[in-house]
């Protein structure tokens, strides 16, 4: 297993570390050729508009859509990438995003840095006690699709989500030392190696 980390900008060195931790190798995607290399991809969090803007420069954009949307490649977006893979920005309406979960996100929903905050979390498909969650300059989801699946709330707010093979959270797991929502992440690339095993096997 390989698990490609979004390498434009932000907190990439983080994930990488705590994929390490978990016996995963990673590689920086920052070219197109790159997706067919990963079995998986983290949006890390950052500054969503830098990130956006060299997308687009790199000629990610579609490639990115085509693996995520179209093959059904796993993804993980921690704040600025759950901005990044939301259909909407409902106080930054200009922002250009990727719109590949049907979610709508208010950036900087609990404030500036210097309201950054730690929180534990009871997350649905994780067992076990609470999740440690950093809150950094954190998005929150306003508006969730029908088919989304709600993981976590915070004081009544949405901040993690799933829909099929698109995870996304508002906070920062990287930064702690509890590794279960990169477990659950990485189960989930599991799944889609083994149903493409099952494909190429058919008929």
Not at 150 to 171: C, P, Q, T, Y
Request: glycine share 10%; charged share 30%; aromatic share 6%.
């Amino acid at each position: 297993m390989k698990i490609g980390i979004l390498g434009m900008q932000g907190a990439i060195e983080e994930h990488e570390a705590m994929l390490s931790s978990l016996g995963v190798d990673t590689i920086r995607v920052k070219k197109p050729n790159h997706l067919e290399e990963v079995d998986g991809l983290i949006f890390p969090g950052g500054e969503s508009t830098t990130m956006i803007k060299l997308i687009n420069f790199t000629g990610l954009k579609e490639p990115l859509k085509e693996y995520i949307g179209v093959k059904k490649m796993p993804v993980f977006g921690t704040c600025a990438g759950m901005i990044l893979l939301s259909k909407t920005i409902d106080n930054y309406a200009s922002q250009e995003t990727l719109g590949l979960i049907d979610i709508e996100v208010r950036r900087n929903a609990f404030g500036r840095q210097i309201d950054s905050f730690e929180e534990e979390l009871e997350v649905k498909g994780i067992r076990g006690e609470p999740v440690k969650a950093v809150f950094i300059r954190a998005p929150i989801i306003d508006r969730a699709g029908e088919d989304i699946e709600i993981l976590a709330l915070h004081e009544g707010k949405i901040v993690m989500a799933r829909f099929d093979n698109i995870l996304v959270s508002s906070f920062h797991p990287e930064i702690t030392d509890d590794k279960r929502v990169h477990e659950y992440f990485l189960g989930m690339v599991r799944e889609w190696q083994e149903s493409r095993k099952s494909t190429a096997g058919c008929c």
